[in-house]
């Protein structure tokens, strides 16, 4: 890779970072993806809470008090401010199981590629 295109490559990846610290990411948020044991590793909001259904209306079961999360599948559910019905299920940090919205984690495209439908 030549020289020019390094400084555009990195120029984006640091205008990426900011933009979702911007939002409420935090830095880590800039790797998202599926790893092999197939398992979406994200970004999320701190505090982003977990639901028992992929619904704001129902029980909070808990909240992702840290900034970078594992997610084990997707499903449809109620629209969010997101802008689509995708929801992630993961483990919370208080060891219960819940759905986060997609607007609450750092995927640049929902569902996540690669990542199994619940």
Request: hydrophobic share 35%.
């Amino acid at each position: 890779m030549n020289a020019r295109r390094k400084i555009t490559v990195l120029v984006m990846a640091t205008a990426l970072t900011a933009g979702l610290a911007a939002i409420g990411f935090p830095a880590a948020a800039a790797e998202c993806g599926v790893r092999s044991d197939g398992r979406l590793y994200c970004g999320n909001k701190t505090g982003a809470k977990g639901y028992a259904d992929r619904s704001y209306r129902s029980a909070t079961r808990g909240q992702l008090n840290g900034t970078f999360s594992w997610f084990q599948c997707w499903g449809h559910g109620d629209p969010h401010p997101g802008g689509n019905d995708i929801w992630y299920w993961t483990e919370l940090d208080n060891g219960a199981w819940g759905n986060v919205p997609a607007v609450d984690v750092g995927t640049g495209q929902d569902p996540a590629p690669g990542l199994r439908e619940c």
